[in-house]
């Protein structure tokens, strides 16, 4: 099993501010790491997919990057929308899920 | 874009099976991966398994034992059946469709399932 380590697990930081979240996997995942975001009461959404790829209809402040075993998520102004938990998934071997980062207003 | 919409009992007694329904609207089941996903408080997001239109299947490991998806074509609806359920199996089940392998596009909105007596 690939095991996926997420950091901060919590991030408070106030709108307009760049949010910088971080996953690491236990071993290399190639390319194959992707990032949603789930608000309470509601299923995750996909935002990016093999680490770089916004998904149909995500907003340009996001942005994936990384390769092999350290990937980043950045939101590069945060709108008051944004504020939810984040997961990064890796499907280089059978799916696995990060334990996520809340994103919270100051 | 495609929907997808879980249906089954919200309770189930420890040892039963579990068998949930997933209906898929606004496109075709004929084509891509169709997952099924939960979520709990003590585990977080768990991947169960997927099937490929054609019939091919793929499960977790951890849960092989215990799982069978299928899929009906002709009702565009995908199901999940999980037997010897425990306190443990207790979470928000999820169906999911991907593009690609191991990849989770679009979501349904969840159902809980509670394992209990």
């Known amino acids: 099993e690939i095991v996926l380590t997420q950091s901060p697990a919590n991030l408070s930081l106030s709108p307009g501010e760049r949010a910088t979240l971080s996953c690491r996997a236990s071993q290399s995942v190639s390319s194959y790491l992707a990032w949603y975001q789930q608000k309470p009461g509601q299923a995750p959404r996909l935002l990016i997919y093999d680490s770089s790829n916004r998904a149909t209809g995500i907003p340009a402040r996001f942005s994936g990057s990384g390769s092999g075993t350290d990937f980043t998520l950045t939101i590069s102004s945060l709108e008051p929308e944004d504020f939810a938990v984040y997961y990064c998934q890796q499907r280089s071997n059978w799916p696995t899920f990060g334990g996520g980062t809340k994103v919270e207003i100051k | ?117």
């Open chain 2, 1 to 117: 874009q495609v929907q997808l919409q879980e249906s089954g009992p919200g309770l189930v007694k420890p040892s039963e099976t579990l068998s949930l329904t997933c209906t898929v609207s606004g496109g075709s089941i004929s084509s891509y991966y169709w997952s099924w996903i939960r979520q709990s408080p003590g585990k977080g997001l768990e991947w169960i398994g997927y099937i490929y239109y054609s019939g091919n299947t793929n499960y977790n490991p951890s849960l092989k034992s215990r799982v069978t998806i299928s899929v009906d074509t002709s009702k565009n609806q995908f199901s999940l059946k999980l037997n010897s359920v425990t306190a443990a199996d207790t979470a928000v089940y999820y169906c999911g469709v991907g593009y690609s392998y191991g990849q989770f596009d679009y979501w349904g909105q969840g159902t809980l399932v509670t394992v209990s007596s």
